[in-house]
Structures are given as structure tokens and as C-alpha cells.
């Protein structure tokens, strides 16, 4: 073997139609220079793998590059570290994976730092909330960017528990125990939905304990005066509100479907509105029968060209403002009978199925008018009765029109109204 050095590694190569050839150092053992038919050289260093028996051999740079001395002093500090007991290669695939796992974690703080929360519920809103109700995805995106407004800005997993319970416990003690609540279902429901596609380890909002009065019960129903005054009050705000209003109450639905009634929606004589299943909360159409009252308000009102929703003064969407026009009628009734109790426009629905079942109407019927999914009727006996009773609704809401307008006129006079049970006896 001879000693390497540049004249001879100059001259080194392979013999015949070999397609390598190598020659060791004799002053440093071990040190090696391999030449290819290709024309490069390189040096390499060799020991036995005391383990397994096995020659090992790593690359520690081209001729060239590196000179003969610094292959040698490269040589001789990894034939050290094998005398100690350590394999160089082993030792240094350790350190190459160390660096990349390292490298991958600052990659992933990098990535969590630009996740922030407001980036979540963003994403939350454009491939989850999509399909969901508007309203629901309006009010969801709005509660949680107003609770966490001091959050959005920093990363979504850095949002701890501690964090989350005192952003709910400032709701409930500023009186907003519901909003509270819905706050925490919203942010479950969006962390949730990260953790499900692996955008982040833990969910923040989970196993959090019930906000003490975030659920409260609704059960109120206004009374034959209060819907009297109701109606008047609706008179006073003028068009959409006063009119949307009394359509609330005369039919018994939602608030946002009616609110974005169309004209394409109502048949021609204005008898019948039929809510299709794309605006229905529960996604089922549904058939709503029009009392004379109804048809009278809708009679009533200007109809624009090329303009289907009824009761917009943009011609493109739907009345908002709800809560303007209830502190509206809450003056206009208070001046009317005084200050009444608290209540909500969703209690007309249940005003309505109450007095009718007051009024001798089946449970079945009530549940067919609200479109509700679930109700009396359930279990095996739900997938055979499959019946509208649509006679039954027209009748009903024919009745519950004419109570409504005697309540606003004030005259609580028994009515040409006779309930089915009476009538069956």
C-alpha cells in the first residue's frame, strides 16, 4: 500500500475495464482514496464493526475538496471514536435525526404560530359551517371572534382551559349566562372539529362544567292579552317589521323563515305558502296554510318587480334588525297595557299550539303546523304515519287567526269557533 499523497493520488485509477479501484494510506491506517472510471476520487475511512464483524466503510470527502492531511486528521478522529466503542456512522445518523426532527419541530412552532385562532375560525367557518344553517353559522363565527377578541391573534393551540373558563365565567357574571353558554357549545364545536382533522392535539373547551343559568327553561306563554298587544304594538312599526311581525304570529313559524318569505313561495291566491326544504330549519318543506288575516297582510303589501323576497327594502335580503324592532314593541306595548313580562318571538309558536290545544286540536295536528321532525306522533308509529293532516291545520290556523284578532281588537267574545272534540261529540 503506499503512503497517499497528491502526485500519487493524480496518477491513481482503475485498472483495465474495472469500474473502481482503492488504495489505503500506510500512515494512516484505515484512510483510503477509492478513483472511478469516471475520472473522480474521493477519500473514505474504514474500520471493523466489532458488533457484527463487518468492515464499514463512510465517504469523508472528494480530492479536491479536501486535502490529503485533512483526510487523514477526519480519518484518525473517527478510528478514535471506535476505539472508544462508538460507530461514527451510528453516531452520526443520531445526529442527523436529532437535527431533522428538530428541524420538523420548528417547522410545526412555525406552522402553530400561523394557526392562530382567528385563522381556525375561519377555516371552521369556510368547510364546516358552509353547510350549515346561516343563521347558525353567522351567530357561531360572531360569538366566538367577540368572546376570544383578545385571542384571535395568537396561535389556536396556545388557547388553554384557564383561558377558556375566564372568558365564560366575564359572560355569566355580566348577566349573559345564555350567551355564556352557546359561547362554550361554539368553541367546543370548533376545536373539536380541528382536533377530528389533526389541526390540533386537545380540545379546550371540552369536559368544561355547565354555566349555572345558561340554559334556562322556555316555557312562556303570553296570554290573550299580551297577544292583543302584541298585535297593536306590530301596527305602530310600519313596513317589514309591523307586518312581519303579525305574520309571526299568525302562522306560528320561524322567525327567519318568515322573515325571507318569498313571493315564489306563496300560491297565487295567497292561501298557501310552502317553505321548501332548503330554508326549513329541519331541511323538510313544509306547507303552511294562510288565515284571511295573513292573506289580508299580504294583500297589503307592495310588490316590486323582479323582486321575490317580501318583506325586503334592499330587494336582495331579508329584514334584519329583530332586535331594534323587539325594544319597539316593547315601548309601543308598554304604552299600550304597561310593561310586560319578558318574552321572545319564538314564544308565538308556543302561544299558538297551546291555545289550540286549549281549543280542543290534537297534539299531531300542533306538531305538523310547528314542522317539527319529532312529536306526538314517534317510534314505529312515525314511519307509518306519514299523514299531513293538512285539513286539520287549515282549520286550526283558521281558528287561531280569528283568536288573534280578537284579541288585538280587544273583544274576547266567545267566536263562531267550535273545537273538533265538541264538534265529534
Not at 32 to 52: E, I, P
Not at 232 to 251: C, H, I, N, Q
Not at 297 to 305: K, S, Y
Request: hydrophobic share 45%.
Amino acid at each position: 500500500m503506499p503512503k497517499l499523497t497528491d502526485r500519487f493520488i493524480a496518477t491513481f485509477k482503475p485498472e483495465g475495464a474495472s469500474k473502481d479501484r482503492l488504495a489505503f494510506d500506510t500512515e494512516c491506517k484505515g484512510l483510503g482514496v477509492r478513483a472511478t472510471a469516471a475520472g473522480s476520487k474521493s477519500f473514505l475511512v474504514q474500520w471493523t464493526d466489532t458488533a457484527t464483524g463487518r468492515k464499514v466503510r463512510e465517504p469523508l470527502g472528494a480530492w479536491g475538496s479536501i486535502t490529503v492531511e485533512q483526510a487523514r486528521t477526519a480519518a484518525r478522529a473517527r478510528l478514535g471514536r471506535v476505539a472508544l466503542g462508538i460507530n461514527p456512522a451510528v453516531e452520526r445518523a443520531a445526529a442527523r435525526l436529532a437535527d431533522e426532527a428538530q428541524r420538523a419541530a420548528l417547522a410545526a412552532a412555525k406552522e402553530e404560530a400561523r394557526f392562530t385562532l382567528d385563522a381556525l375560525i375561519a377555516d371552521w367557518a369556510r368547510l364546516h359551517l358552509a353547510g350549515k344553517r346561516a343563521r347558525y353559522s353567522a351567530e357561531a363565527e360572531r360569538a366566538l371572534r367577540v368572546a376570544f377578541k383578545a385571542h384571535l391573534d395568537r396561535p389556536a393551540a396556545a388557547l388553554t382551559h384557564a383561558a377558556v373558563i375566564a372568558v365564560l365565567d366575564a359572560l355569566a357574571s355580566a348577566g349573559k349566562a345564555s350567551m355564556a353558554t352557546r359561547t362554550m357549545a361554539y368553541g367546543r364545536a370548533c376545536y373539536g372539529w380541528a382536533v377530528k382533522r389533526r389541526r390540533l392535539p386537545l380540545n379546550p373547551f371540552a369536559g368544561l362544567p355547565v354555566i349555572q343559568g345558561g340554559n334556562p327553561t322556555r316555557d312562556r306563554v303570553l296570554t290573550d292579552a299580551e297577544v292583543g298587544a302584541v298585535w297593536r304594538a306590530a301596527g305602530t312599526l310600519g313596513s317589514p317589521f309591523g307586518p312581519v311581525v303579525r305574520l309571526l304570529l299568525l302562522t306560528a313559524q320561524r322567525r327567519e323563515e318568515v322573515a325571507a318569505l318569498r313571493w315564489s313561495e306563496l300560491s297565487a291566491d295567497l292561501s298557501t305558502w310552502i317553505l321548501p326544504s332548503t330554508r326549513a330549519k329541519n331541511g323538510k318543506a313544509h306547507v303552511v296554510h294562510l288565515a284571511e288575516p295573513a292573506r289580508a297582510i299580504l294583500t297589503g303589501l307592495p310588490r316590486i318587480a323582479g323582486q321575490d323576497l317580501v318583506f325586503s327594502t334592499t330587494g336582495t335580503t331579508a329584514p334584519s334588525g329583530f332586535s331594534r324592532a323587539k325594544l319597539a314593541l316593547d315601548t309601543a306595548m308598554a304604552k299600550d297595557t304597561g310593561p310586560t313580562p319578558s318574552w321572545r318571538f319564538h314564544d308565538f309558536r308556543r302561544t299558538a299550539v297551546t291555545w289550540l290545544a286549549g281549543a280542543g286540536f290534537a297534539p299531531h295536528v300542533a306538531d305538523r303546523l310547528l314542522n317539527h321532525v319529532t312529536g306526538s306522533i314517534h317510534g314505529v308509529a312515525a314511519i307509518y304515519q306519514r299523514g299531513e293532516f293538512l285539513a286539520e291545520r287549515r282549520a286550526a290556523l283558521e281558528a287561531w287567526g280569528e283568536h288573534v284578532l280578537r284579541c288585538g281588537d280587544g273583544s274576547m267574545q266567545t267566536a263562531n269557533v267550535v273545537s273538533l272534540p265538541t264538534r265529534a261529540a
